[in-house]
């Protein structure tokens, strides 16, 4: 494998983490029928301390060389592009999911 190809993988890895994370700490919310991602009930900061938390006390493991930083930029990032959204757009769909 190329250097650009497993550059782009380790980019969409971290990218597919901050969703299911967001999603997880209820920043996000996915659509179960159309997978379009939308604004959650709480706000960035909130996943910021949920994630502090979870490196503070294990339950989150950076991987060797990561930093925190690294990460909650990864958090921003995905919720800056998918968390404008007020609910799924897809033509007919009420935006629901089962954390609504």
Do not use: P
Not at 60 to 65: H, I, N, R, T
């Amino acid at each position: 494998m190329g250097f650009m190809k497993r550059l782009l993988d380790e980019q969409n890895a971290m990218e597919q983490w901050a969703l299911d994370f967001l999603c997880e700490v209820g920043t996000l919310n996915r659509c179960d029928i159309h997978g379009v991602y939308y604004e959650g009930r709480n706000d960035i900061e909130t996943a910021y301390r949920a994630f502090n938390d979870r490196v503070t006390t294990g339950r989150v493991v950076l991987q060797k060389g990561q930093t925190r930083s690294q990460r909650t930029d990864a958090l921003k990032a995905a919720y800056d592009v998918y968390g404008a959204l007020e609910a799924c757009q897809a033509e007919g769909c009420l935006g629901w999911s089962d954390d609504d």
